[in-house]
């Protein structure tokens, strides 16, 4: 079973900063993409923040300006980085990986979730 450890969220308030961790025990040359959605109570999941093996990143208009992504020089672990945080922020924050294992069968792996809730 492939570990996909999340952490970093919790409570914080309007204008804080919270920096999100989603570690992968996947193999890092099959590792295609790495991304963060988030899903608010209620409403469908949608993405955040993306990027990809040669570090190209993509993100929500909701968030540009204000989020990043990045992953660790070991390429296993993607954080994201929120600024300036929002009430509308507030929602389950899951990890998303997809790529291809050593023999080249495709996957897409998911986090666990991690709650972050902006609030005064």
């Known amino acids: 079973q492939v570990q996909r450890v999340e952490s970093g969220g919790g409570l914080v308030q309007p204008g804080g900063s919270l920096r999100l961790a989603c570690e992968s025990a996947?193999?890092?040359?099959?590792?295609?993409?790495m991304a963060w959605y988030r899903q608010a109570a209620g409403k469908q999941r949608d993405l955040v923040a993306e990027?990809?093996?040669?570090?190209?990143?993509n993100y929500a208009a909701s968030v540009k300006g204000r989020f990043t992504i990045s992953k660790d020089g070991l390429e296993n672990t993607v954080y994201l980085q929120m600024n300036n945080l929002k009430p509308e922020d507030t929602a389950v924050y899951y990890c998303?990986?997809?790529?291809?294992?050593?023999?080249?069968?495709?996957?897409?792996?998911w986090g666990q979730g991690t709650q972050v809730t902006v609030s005064s």
């Open positions: 998303k990986l997809e790529g291809r294992t050593p023999f080249g069968a495709p996957y897409v792996d």
């Open positions: 996947r193999e890092v040359s099959g590792i295609l993409v």
């Open positions: 990027i990809d093996r040669t570090s190209t990143t």
